[in-house]
């Protein structure tokens, strides 16, 4: 791999082993994400947890980005690319087949949610309307495994995620500039893909500082300052990513690193402790919490008013869950044996 400048300096190889510290930054990450689907809207630290979750994932999801060319784009898609929307359906036909039950939908209804799913971005809601990571995050993988297959020096990559990045903040959303919704949110790769990118570039080359404690206090230090002018009206961050509501491209472009950089720091730290344990845990199973949270939450209020600690306990849990009980039982199935759970 090529690089040039500042880049051959500070580079960091890279491991196949499975690192404990990213499973917990991504469990800690899909706790975020469950809270801010239930936690009140149009306060700060709801604006706050929107600042870097979402973020937080591209960036993880550039990590082990390897470069892939036309030769080898066939073998990608069987394996990385077709899986990504075979579990899409797979969740989506499920969930909608929930709602047409819980929520007692006519026919009518629920044959426009399969059409919807097949459109996705913002056209889902409800039980789906986190779908439009997946189709952003599969299309953002993909083009990034190419830019690294055809532009291996980093400083050429840069520029363009820049370019890029840019141009996501240029227009209010998709359906105000051309008049309908994009299938699958994908205009937001514009957004995501320099997040990828970045997340690729701090894994192999800035991954010895990003992940030392000094660098989570000043992650802390960031956030409170920015926090606290959010709150007194001083500035206006917002990072909505699913809606296009994206008011300040500067701060997008730093404030996120920066505070997940010192989230890794933080996962880094916890590692291997009570906490981090779970954490691991739960960071190994967070698509399927993506997936079930919010229909975890609507199931909920049909038997009352819960509580938000409730909502998110209970949205993370049950799908995780389900998702061991389901290995569980695929194991036994092909043979792993009465243990195939622990």
């Given at each position: 791999?090529?690089?040039?400048?500042?880049?051959?300096?500070?580079?960091?190889q890279s491991t196949h082993q499975r690192i404990e510290w990213i499973d917990v930054a991504k469990?800690?990450?899909?706790?975020?994400?469950?809270?801010?689907?239930?936690?009140?809207?149009?306060?700060?630290?709801?604006?706050?947890?929107?600042?870097?979750?979402?973020?937080?994932?591209?960036?993880?999801?550039?990590?082990?980005?390897?470069?892939?060319?036309?030769?080898?784009?066939?073998?990608?898609?069987?394996?990385?690319?077709?899986?990504?929307?075979?579990?899409?359906?797979?969740?989506?036909?499920?969930?909608?087949?929930?709602?047409?039950?819980?929520?007692?939908?006519?026919?009518?209804?629920?044959?426009?949610?399969?059409?919807?799913?097949?459109?996705?971005?913002?056209?889902?809601?409800?039980?789906?309307?986190?779908?439009?990571?997946?189709?952003?995050?599969?299309?953002?993988?993909?083009?990034?495994?190419?830019?690294?297959?055809?532009?291996?020096?980093?400083?050429?990559?840069?520029?363009?995620?820049?370019?890029?990045?840019?141009?996501?903040?240029?227009?209010?959303?998709?359906?105000?500039?051309?008049?309908?919704?994009?299938?699958?949110?994908?205009?937001?790769?514009?957004?995501?893909?320099?997040?990828?990118?970045?997340?690729?570039?701090?894994?192999?080359?800035?991954?010895?500082?990003?992940?030392?404690?000094?660098?989570?206090?000043?992650?802390?230090?960031?956030?409170?300052?920015?926090?606290?002018?959010?709150?007194?009206?001083?500035?206006?961050?917002?990072?909505?990513?699913?809606?296009?509501?994206?008011?300040?491209?500067?701060?997008?472009?730093?404030?996120?690193?920066?505070?997940?950089?010192?989230?890794?720091?933080?996962?880094?730290?916890?590692?291997?402790?009570?906490?981090?344990?779970?954490?691991?845990?739960?960071?190994?199973?967070?698509?399927?919490?993506?997936?079930?949270?919010?229909?975890?939450?609507?199931?909920?209020?049909?038997?009352?008013?819960?509580?938000?600690?409730?909502?998110?306990?209970?949205?993370?849990?049950?799908?995780?869950?389900?998702?061991?009980?389901?290995?569980?039982?695929?194991?036994?199935?092909?043979?792993?044996?009465?243990?195939?759970?622990?």
């Amino acid at each position: 791999m090529n690089t040039e400048g500042a880049f051959q300096n500070v580079k960091v190889q890279s491991t196949h082993q499975r690192i404990e510290w990213i499973d917990v930054a991504k469990g800690l990450g899909i706790i975020a994400v469950v809270l801010g689907h239930f936690y009140p809207r149009n306060t700060t630290f709801y604006e706050s947890l929107y600042w870097w979750h979402m973020p937080l994932f591209f960036m993880i999801g550039g990590f082990f980005v390897k470069p892939t060319t036309l030769p080898t784009l066939r073998d990608y898609l069987r394996r990385r690319f077709w899986p990504m929307f075979k579990q899409y359906f797979g969740y989506g036909v499920g969930l909608i087949l929930l709602n047409f039950v819980v929520e007692q939908r006519t026919p009518a209804f629920t044959l426009d949610y399969l059409r919807r799913l097949v459109y996705g971005g913002t056209e889902l809601n409800g039980y789906l309307s986190v779908f439009w990571f997946m189709t952003v995050y599969a299309f953002s993988s993909l083009l990034f495994s190419l830019l690294r297959g055809y532009m291996p020096k980093v400083w050429q990559e840069a520029v363009l995620m820049a370019g890029l990045f840019w141009l996501g903040f240029s227009y209010p959303n998709a359906e105000a500039a051309l008049g309908f919704p994009i299938p699958g949110n994908l205009d937001l790769v514009l957004v995501a893909l320099p997040y990828m990118f970045v997340g690729w570039w701090l894994f192999h080359y800035a991954r010895q500082v990003v992940t030392k404690p000094w660098f989570m206090v000043v992650a802390v230090g960031l956030f409170a300052v920015l926090f606290t002018a959010q709150s007194r009206g001083q500035i206006d961050f917002l990072l909505y990513m699913k809606s296009h509501h994206l008011t300040d491209p500067l701060l997008a472009g730093w404030a996120p690193v920066i505070i997940c950089g010192g989230l890794f720091a933080g996962a880094k730290i916890v590692s291997g402790t009570f906490a981090g344990n779970w954490l691991d845990r739960i960071g190994r199973s967070t698509l399927p919490i993506m997936y079930g949270h919010k229909a975890v939450g609507y199931v909920l209020e049909k038997f009352g008013d819960p509580n938000i600690l409730v909502l998110v306990i209970a949205g993370v849990t049950i799908p995780l869950f389900l998702a061991y009980a389901g290995r569980c039982v695929r194991e036994r199935w092909q043979g792993g044996g009465l243990y195939a759970f622990n």
